[in-house]
């Protein structure tokens, strides 16, 4: 619900990352609230591959369009793998799941992701970031936030109420 708050303050795209299962079900009723209210929510859930799909396997449940209609839209994103191109699938995949939540209407987007062990391949595999000019020294570096915005973000923190304490402390 806390997602779901921040969507329907902001009115832009937040996303919610949950692991497999009953983890996903429990999601259900933000779900709901967020389709109804036409709040721009993101839904990443963890899935079983394919293969381990019906077969018993522990947090295996069927989560495929798990929210049904009440999703605006849904994919199955699939099994990783460090292909480079498999970025640019994802990338795109990202960038339709903020148009789909935004609407119009705005609402639910669910993207389905299988993972198979280990979870992530060898860190030797995984693609080098690209060097930015600015790290290399050729560019501008960026630019810090205007100092009037961080001292509204201290003084909304400070005078909130539900914040935990700590936050203020260390605040200007």
Known sequence: YFALGL??????????????????????????EAFYSRAPLIVATADRPPELRDTGAPQTIDQIKLY?????WFVEVGAPDPAP????????????????????????????????????????????????????????????????????VAKALRSCRRCPQTWGRSLP
């Open 7 to 32: 969507a329907k303050a902001s009115r832009r795209p937040v996303a919610i990352v949950c692991t497999s299962g009953t983890a996903a079900a429990n999601l259900f009723p933000a779900i709901v």
């Open 68 to 72: 049904g209609t009440l999703a605006r």
């Open 85 to 152: 191109a498999l970025l640019d699938y994802v990338s795109s995949l990202g960038t339709r799941a903020v148009a789909e939540a935004w609407g119009p209407p705005a609402g639910p987007a669910h993207l389905n992701f299988a993972f198979r062990e280990p979870l992530l391949p060898e860190p030797e595999a995984l693609p080098a970031f690209p060097v930015t000019a600015a790290a290399e020294g050729a560019g501008p570096e960026p630019s810090p936030p205007p100092k009037r915005a961080i001292e509204r």
